[in-house]
């Protein structure tokens, strides 16, 4: 049912948009040719230049003729990936269109101001944010899904692992440490797997010195923990 493209966005950094992103594309790679494009602010000859040159369809002198060269080629079986978008020209919302236009599937990601802002741009902006067929918002994780992350990162690398992923025991940190870590990091991802290596480390640091300290709620409250609000 796709009919324009797809947007992944939220207030808060370290949610997941990049992840998210990275693995629809790695889904979808048997059945499309994809296109990821990282750099931020990317003009119009740069955004068409990459789609060129990842499909091996070679980009021209021009944006133009880069585009000819894309229109010929075919977009059919093409999904573009366009992570951070920072979108803040309104030729390169055009060159998104024309994309999309003929007939590849774009998926953008980007924080929730970054969004609002394309409307600052006057009838470009506005016209392109009618365009996006889906928006997505990624929220802050519940208790349960920081559990589940511990879990999964854990099972991956355990060489005896139970067939449940849930069945992996939290030790060492308990439910009140893990608690801790979930309040403390903002329930964003990327920010609470920071603490919990920071606090493995420390945990096998300690076990190396025969230094039997528990890993507690103090400890770690006590770790840095980035700041996930980025576009407050």
Known sequence: NYTGPILVHSSLSGVG????????LDEFSEDYETVYIGEHNVTPYELVGIVADDLDIGKSSSTKMTENKIENHGLDDVIIGIDEFGLNDPETLHSIQFLNDFGAKVMLTGMTSQWNAIGSLGSEGKAFQRRV????QLDPFSFEQT?????RRVHGVL???PDDVTDVSLEPFG???LRTIHDEGDAVPAVMVAAMNTLLGLGAYQFSQDVAEP????????VEYADPHADV
């Open 133 to 136: 067929s889906l928006q997505v």
């Open 215 to 222: 890993i507690d709620e103090e400890l770690a409250a006590s």
């Open 159 to 161: 060489d005896d692992a």
């Open 147 to 151: 559990r589940k992350l511990y879990q």
């Open 175 to 177: 439910e009140d440490v």
């Open 17 to 24: 948009k990049t992840t998210l992103l990275r693995v629809l």
